[in-house]
């Protein structure tokens, strides 16, 4: 292996045996002694292999269920591969599971020592870091309570300012940024960042992509056992929020389509929805391509005549926050729609939003009613996915920005 490289994966996969069925007692064994016990084999990993520099963070990122942890414990020497092998060049610790190994009938300040112990250090290197942990975890009134006592945040606390104490040439990291209150976490996040400075090897397996692109030089993607990309971190995180983001769409697709039945069942509605739509350069799409101008299609039918109508839609994103609105009253003036008549309605709209999933909302007021009653309201009536964007992913919306510096 080169001088240069920290962790080698090759050919790794690794399997489990599930049983379906199993025999918990002699008794069952006499009583069904031809009973079909079947197994089945979960390809936890399959066939994965690559290369992690000493001195690079790199991240592992993925759905539940993917490999990742699996992967990790790996190299931690946790699980042993079924085929290929792991090469590690240089100490590791593993901060894989935070607080394995505390008593929860000993005090904070025995489980520092019991915990210290585990890691490989004296009871007089304990002694001179002891404070140190103390301070970092901010328990220093709780230390001779006994761990039972303490919250899941304060024993976290507590499990994370020792295991940091471990000196390593290799880190793995499982989800450890998530630890205790936003306070203790940004204190995390300067741990990171100071180690990053000192150009230690680090692996994090994480679902936060904000820190897989603060912190990661390169970023693997797994999914379904399987690598699908490695590579720069940015372009990982996007591909990984894609994944989610797709399945989100179809999950609310769905949602619609039901409650759009139940709606249509329904007695007395004044107007009915054949379709909405999201089309670019013609052609309907889900995913829409960022910067480039998009239309919404609205096709609905009146089904008892409207009178001085004025229909809106609104898009919103993941979080709810309503980003854009337009309506006809704005360009058209109230229109009148006679009964049992098909219109549609279209709104061009110059595409300013980020990556990321939006819904279009649907309203329909009728102005010759007084207070210009809303006689229907939808939300998400259609979804879809801005991707392509290079500006920052975190903004709500990119716009073009005429920038001058002037000396």
Not at 330 to 335: C, D, K, S, Y
């Amino acid at each position: 292996m080169d001088n240069d490289v920290a962790i080698k994966v090759k050919g790794v996969s690794k399997h489990f045996i599930l049983p379906h069925k199993k025999r918990n007692s002699l008794k069952s064994f006499f009583l069904n002694p031809f009973s079909n016990y079947r197994n089945e084999k979960q390809h936890a990993l399959d066939n994965v292999s690559f290369e992690v520099k000493k001195g690079e963070f790199f991240g592992i990122i993925g759905r539940n269920g993917s490999g990742k942890s699996t992967l990790l414990k790996c190299m931690a020497g946790v699980y042993m591969p079924t085929e290929g092998s792991i090469t590690v060049n240089g100490s590791l610790v593993p901060f894989i599971e935070l607080g394995v190994g505390f008593d929860p009938e000993l005090s904070g300040r025995d489980n520092i020592y019991l915990n210290g112990a585990l890691l490989g250090f004296s009871r007089k290197e304990v002694d001179k870091m002891y404070q140190e942990i103390v301070d970092f975890a901010e328990l220093e009134k709780f230390m001779d309570q006994k761990l039972k006592n303490y919250s899941s945040g304060m024993q976290v606390r507590l499990a994370f300012s020792v295991a940091i104490q471990a000196k390593s040439d290799i880190l793995l990291l499982d989800e450890v940024l998530a630890v205790g209150d936003s306070a203790f976490q940004q204190k995390c996040t300067d741990y990171f960042t100071s180690i990053k400075k000192k150009k230690k090897t680090i692996i994090l397996v994480s679902h936060n992509m904000q820190a897989v692109e603060r912190f990661c030089d390169r970023a693997l993607l797994i999914d379904n056992s399987t690598i699908q990309k490695i590579g720069d971190s940015s372009k990982i995180a996007e591909m990984y929020e894609n994944i989610f983001l797709r399945e989100k769409m179809e999950k609310l697709n769905g949602e619609r389509q039901q409650k759009r039945r139940e709606v249509l069942s329904a007695s007395g509605q004044a107007v009915e929805i054949k379709s909405v739509k999201v089309t670019q350069n013609g052609k309907k799409v889900k995913e829409v391509n960022a910067q480039k101008e998009f239309e919404v299609e609205v096709l609905l039918l009146s089904k008892r005549g409207l009178k001085e109508a004025n229909i809106g839609i609104n898009i919103k994103n993941q979080d709810r926050i309503m980003l854009l609105s337009a309506d006809t009253i704005a360009e058209l003036g109230n229109i009148d729609i006679p009964k049992n008549k098909k219109v549609k309605i279209i709104y061009k709209i110059s595409n300013i939003l980020a990556n990321g999933l939006y819904t279009i909302n649907l309203g329909v007021v009728e102005g010759a009613i007084p207070n210009d009653e809303v006689i229907f309201r939808e939300e998400n009536s259609q979804e879809f996915i801005i991707t392509g964007s290079e500006s920052n992913p975190r903004a709500l919306a990119h716009t073009n920005i005429d920038v001058r510096v002037q000396v």
